[in-house]
């Protein structure tokens, strides 16, 4: 069973420039979700996602979006980047919703912004 | 609000040693408990899981936790480990609401030395 995949795996930006990353969950999940893995902050919960819609969002600006494709596939979408957005993104899934169901990660994007 | 407290932001080991890594969370209704580990440049693992029932939780890798309720704990333990068990690990929590996500500790860095 192949696992949760995220691409890219790094990703270089400029502040004030936009960047998408993706997610494909486990065959068969439903549930994504987006981690941002800053140093020094640890990980920080950003967005779920379950069957299309939008469930809940962590305590992140705006400018910090996302969506879920019909397939389950996820991307996130940061805009106007700022340098402190540099950090491991990364994406897991559940197979259904539910807080007592695993989350299985992939291996993240490494996002920096210079 | 759930938190969780790992005690240990580091913890160096000799090989063949017991380790006893410890978590702490704020205390809810009801509570999921999960440990994740992470190796270098990858994502988060799941080791074990605790949703109900048996306090003792065997995982992978020879690990095991015990949930304890009264002093809101969920200790993670190894009899004897591995240079291969050198990675970092991470308490996390879901509140069995609606919101999904899980709260995660600040982790631990195991470090196993020869």
């Known amino acids: 069973e192949a696992g949760v995949t995220q691409s890219p795996t790094h990703l270089i930006k400029t502040r004030g420039q936009q960047a998408t990353l993706r997610c494909s969950p486990i065959?068969?999940?439903?549930?994504v979700y987006w981690y941002q893995q800053a140093l020094g902050l640890g990980l920080q919960f950003l967005l779920w996602?379950?069957?299309?819609?939008?469930?809940n969002r962590g305590n992140f600006p705006p400018r910090f979006s996302g969506r879920q494709f019909p397939n389950y596939s996820s991307e996130l979408n940061v805009n106007a980047l700022e340098l402190e957005d540099s950090a491991l993104y990364l994406c897991?899934?559940?197979?259904?919703?539910?807080?007592?169901?695993?989350?299985?990660f992939g291996d993240g994007t490494r996002l920096s912004i210079l | 609000a759930q938190s969780v407290t790992q005690l240990d932001s580091q913890v160096p080991v000799f090989e063949e040693a017991p380790v006893e890594l410890r978590c702490n969370y704020s205390?809810?209704?009801?509570?999921?408990l999960f440990w994740y580990v992470q190796y270098p440049n990858q994502g988060l693992q799941l080791l074990l899981k605790?949703?109900?029932?048996?306090?003792l939780v065997k995982g992978i890798n020879g690990f095991e936790a015990e949930f304890n309720k009264s002093q809101t704990s969920f200790h993670l333990r190894k009899p004897s480990v591995h240079i291969s068990d050198t990675a970092e690990y991470f308490c996390?929590?879901?509140?069995?609401?609606?919101?999904?996500?899980?709260?995660f500790g600040k982790g631990t860095k195991l470090s196993v030395k020869p």
């Open positions: 897991a899934s559940s197979l259904v919703a539910g807080a007592y169901q695993p989350q299985h």
């Open positions: 065959s068969g999940h439903t549930s």
């Open positions: 996602y379950d069957e299309g819609e939008e469930r």
């Open positions: 205390s809810s209704v009801s509570v999921y």
């Open positions: 605790y949703l109900s029932g048996s306090t």
């Open positions: 996390a929590v879901s509140d069995g609401g609606s919101q999904g996500n899980l709260i």
